[in-house]
């Protein structure tokens, strides 16, 4: 079966702070994604990682930033949170052409 | 990617099959036909996907019209566990890097005794 876990299920933290988000894969997927998830908008890509060290800005890249320095493991990193960022953050992981399998998500609050 | 549109909302007896449907319309020959449920506060969880032949997995079948305008999704025993809403979606896989996934509001199946 395919395993994405995302660092924490449950996260608050401060206006300003820096807020690190890890997702790690166990089925040697090329492709990571980032997602977050709110109310009557669905879902939005923030971020995908196509290889190791590779990037591409998804729908909503402002305010965040990521990491992908090995190929199971792909970090999103809120710079400075902001009470916007409050959301529903889930990681998903593909082959190159393949299905996206998610993780369960880490719901965010910035207070 | 093609857009969809689905019921916001279905009702299913439990043991009984839930027939989810999908209306696809602008659909092009390259894009394939995704569905996924989300339990709720869970991440999504991939059920099926089909281009043009009909689909049967352990979890669920896939029914696409001949000329791929429209799908459904059927749950043949449907139990209070596979409540939830369920997000069909249109995909093309390129030979690009990877496309995103864009879900839509989804249709909430309320399954009940």
């Known amino acids: 079966d395919v395993k994405v876990t995302q660092s924490s299920r449950y996260l608050v933290k401060r206006t300003g702070e820096k807020v690190f988000l890890e997702c790690v894969q166990d089925m040697d997927h090329e492709n990571m994604f980032w997602y977050r998830q709110d109310p009557g908008l669905g879902l939005r890509l923030i971020y995908f990682s196509y290889d190791v060290k590779m990037k591409e800005k998804g729908d909503i890249p402002e305010g965040y930033s990521v990491s992908r320095e090995k190929k199971e493991r792909f970090s999103l990193i809120l710079e400075s949170a902001s009470t916007n960022q409050t959301s529903m953050y889930l990681c998903?992981?593909?082959?190159?052409?393949?299905?996206?399998?998610f993780g369960p998500g880490t719901r965010l609050l910035v207070l | 990617d093609a857009k969809t549109t689905q019921p916001p909302s279905m009702d299913c007896a439990e043991g009984r099959a839930a027939n989810l449907p999908c209306n696809h319309s602008t659909i092009s020959g390259n894009e394939y036909v995704y569905w996924y449920r989300q339990i709720h506060s869970q991440g999504p969880q991939y059920i099926i996907h089909g281009l043009k032949n009909n689909e049967t997995n352990e979890m669920a079948s896939l029914i696409i019209t001949e000329d791929r305008k429209s799908s459904t999704l059927i749950l043949p025993h449907a139990t209070l566990r596979d409540t939830a809403v369920y997000y069909c979606?249109?995909?093309?896989?390129?030979?690009?890097?990877?496309?995103?996934?864009?879900f839509g509001t989804g249709t909430r199946l309320q399954v009940t005794l």
């Open positions: 979606i249109v995909r093309v896989v390129n030979t690009g890097t990877a496309s995103k996934l864009t």
């Open positions: 998903a992981s593909s082959f190159v052409f393949g299905t996206q399998y």
